[in-house]
Every structure is written in structure tokens, then in C-alpha cells.
């Protein structure tokens, strides 16, 4: 049997969504593209599924079109929703897989990322339901799972059951740590490859190295200038990838004590913003160092893949190396901050009789 599923993922990366679900869902049917969410179809079971790239995913179990609210009435479309599901005997609640531990659920109304208030009686009233066709229990504040009902500004409401997990509150991430999620698509956009010899020059708290690991590399090699950064990054390591990974604290301006010249096939980083701490310099001529660095580091066809919401200083410097070409880039939302993805090929320069640069094709994902 298909499911549909409703996935979630940072903004800006709906190629790169569709992308991953083409190469790794082998029946996957994408039925919904929207900003920052995507709704596809997969007779694969959730529990089979590896999706490393969404922040949540649901079980949708139905949809109601409404095109024409702009969304400034966002909750009365869901308790509108709330009827048509209670009135709907298609709609077979008591089908929805669940695990012997899970005896209590609560209703969550949300506005795409903001919680919207709905009328109590109707939420009580879809409480009633759901207790009567799955024999499970509200509980408002520790549920064992979650029925939501979501509004988009696109036109659509979603009622579906979540399937992710939170996150756990004593587990809060580093200041500055990219999430899991992003840090997964950003190794997937360098198109990695078994042979790889693969750098974080700035790694922080290791997410990057981390979410590499789930695709084969030769070398990894992760650098920060904070012993602190480095030690939690190291600890991340496990297993067959001891011997894989270097990780050690490296001032980037001093990065070739440790590597030689054109001996990285790709470089994967998140660099400083100046956000939470200054830059060792003005933005421009850091970021001209870090380009020219990358530029000596890199294999002729190398990639390099880096998030930064300093995108004018980024582009600027990598215009000015004539063997860099930017393959790649689209504006993204970190944590509500613009920022911006760049894929920078080192491209093979061959001068023709008249003169032209003739480059190299973009290397393929495996």
C-alpha cells in the first residue's frame, strides 16, 4: 500500500529535496512541491525510509483545498477541516500503524511554522473522534504521538499524524551548530564519492563530518581553531571511521602544515558569518583569503560546497579566480537568517587556438 507523506526541510532547497528522492525513494512520486515542504508518495514503510534531509515528517491522512483564504483566517479553515474529518468515514483513523507504548495523542493546529488557536469546542469535539477510532488518550502536554492539522498559505490544509520524533530538550544544540538536516544536504550537493578526500576547514561541533559519514569517503579531514569545537567533533567519530577521520585544531592560516597543495577533492563548510564572533579581519578580505585558500587546496575538478550569509563578499571573491566556476547556488533560511549555498567547481582550464577556456563537465553525484 502507498502512504503519503508530508516532509519538511529548511527553505531553499526544494531541487536539492527532489533530487535525493529521486535517487534514494525508488518509487517516490513527488505530489506537492511548496517552500520549504514537499508531499510525495512511497510504498516504502517509514521505518524503512532514510531521509536525512527533512526536520519532520507526517503520515498525511487528508487534504482539503482552500484557494481562496489567504490565510488571515487560518483557523477557521482547520475547524472547517475538523468537520469534514469527522464526517468523513473514509478517513480510517484506527488503520494508522502505532506501537504497543503509544496510548496518548494530542491535536496540534498550526499556520505553516506558527501555532494557531482554534475554537475549543471543535477541538475537543476532534479529540472525541479520534479516541472513539484509535482507543488512544488525550494528553495535552506529553503526548506519545501527535494528529496535526496544518494550514498552508498556498491553499492547502493537511491533517496528518506525525511521524518524526522531538528532539530531546536536554540535548540542545551548540551556538552556531548547523543543523543535522542541513549539513546533510550541503555533503549531498558536493556529489560525493568513494575516493574522496573531503575537508571542513571550520568545522565547530562537527555536523558536516558527521552527516558525511553516511556516504563512503577515502579522507576526512576536520579543522577548527577551537580545541573545545575539535574535541566534540572527534567524539562524533565512531568505528570504521577512526582511521578515516583527522580532526584536530588547525588555524585556517596555517592549513598548509597539515595539507599539501591539490590534495582535496572537495572542501564542505559552513565558514564564519561574524555573527556570533568577530572575524579575524574586514569580511571582503577574509573572504578572499579563505577563496584563494580553497583555490590551493582543491584538485583541478574539485568542488567546493560553503553556506554563508556573507554572499556578497563570498561571490566577489570567487569572481576573481579564473578557475573557479559557481555551478550552483539559491538563497536558503538558517535558523530565520538569509544566507546563501554555493557549489564552486575548480574547473580544468585548456586554452583552444582562438583563445576560449574550454572547462571541464560538472562532476555527477553517484
Not at 536539492?16 to 514537499?38: C, Q, Y
Not at 488557536?117 to 488518550?137: C, F, H, N, P, Q
Not at 576526512?220 to 567533533?233: N, V
Amino acid at each position: 500500500m502507498r502512504c503519503r507523506y508530508y516532509a519538511t526541510f529548511a527553505s531553499g532547497f526544494q531541487n536539492i529535496v527532489k533530487d535525493i528522492l529521486e535517487k534514494t525513494v525508488r518509487d517516490a512520486a513527488v505530489v506537492l512541491s511548496l517552500d520549504g515542504a514537499v508531499v510525495f508518495e512511497t510504498a516504502i514503510s517509514f521505518d524503512s525510509l532514510c531521509l536525512c534531509c527533512f526536520n519532520n515528517i507526517f503520515l498525511t491522512l487528508h487534504v482539503l483545498e482552500q484557494k481562496e483564504n489567504d490565510g488571515s483566517a487560518a483557523g477557521a479553515v482547520i475547524e472547517a477541516h475538523m468537520s469534514v474529518v469527522e464526517k468523513n468515514k473514509k478517513i480510517r483513523l484506527a488503520d494508522v500503524q502505532r506501537a504497543k507504548n503509544v496510548r496518548t495523542f494530542r491535536i496540534v493546529t498550526s499556520n505553516a511554522n506558527r501555532l494557531v488557536s482554534v475554537d475549543e469546542g471543535a477541538k475537543r469535539k476532534m479529540e472525541r473522534v479520534i479516541v472513539k477510532e484509535t482507543g488512544l488518550l488525550p494528553h495535552r502536554s506529553k503526548p506519545d504521538v501527535e494528529f496535526w492539522f496544518l494550514y498552508r498559505n498556498e491553499g492547502f490544509s493537511f491533517f496528518m499524524r506525525r511521524l518524526s520524533k522531538h528532539a530531546p530538550f536536554d540535548v540542545a544544540p551548540h551556538k552556531g551548530e548547523l543543523p543535522p538536516q542541513l549539513a546533510y544536504m550541503l555533503c549531498w550537493l558536493s556529489g560525493p564519492g568513494e575516493s574522496d578526500v573531503i575537508l571542513d576547514p571550520f568545522c565547530g561541533y562537527g555536523s558536516i563530518l558527521q552527516q558525511r559519514m553516511r556516504f563512503p569517503f577515502k579522507k576526512f579531514y576536520a579543522f577548527d581553531i577551537k580545541d573545545e569545537a575539535a574535541r566534540i567533533s572527534k567524539n562524533k567519530i565512531k568505528g570504521q571511521f577512526l582511521k578515516k577521520c583527522d580532526v584536530k585544531t588547525v588555524d585556517f592560516f596555517a592549513i598548509f602544515r597539515h595539507l599539501k597543495e591539490e590534495s582535496v577533492d572537495a572542501i564542505i563548510t559552513d565558514p564564519p558569518w561574524g555573527s556570533y564572533e568577530a572575524l579575524p579581519m574586514p569580511a571582503d578580505q577574509f573572504y578572499d583569503a579563505m577563496s584563494r585558500t580553497f583555490h590551493r587546496l582543491l584538485k583541478p575538478d574539485g568542488v567546493a560546497v560553503a553556506l554563508t550569509a556573507r554572499d556578497d563578499e563570498f561571490a566577489l571573491s570567487v569572481s576573481r579566480i579564473k578557475e573557479f566556476a559557481i555551478v550552483e547556488s539559491s538563497d536558503v533560511l538558517v535558523s530565520g537568517r538569509k544566507a546563501r549555498v554555493y557549489k564552486i567547481k575548480k574547473t580544468s582550464v585548456e586554452r583552444t587556438a582562438g583563445n576560449k577556456a574550454k572547462r571541464t563537465p560538472e562532476r555527477k553525484p553517484l
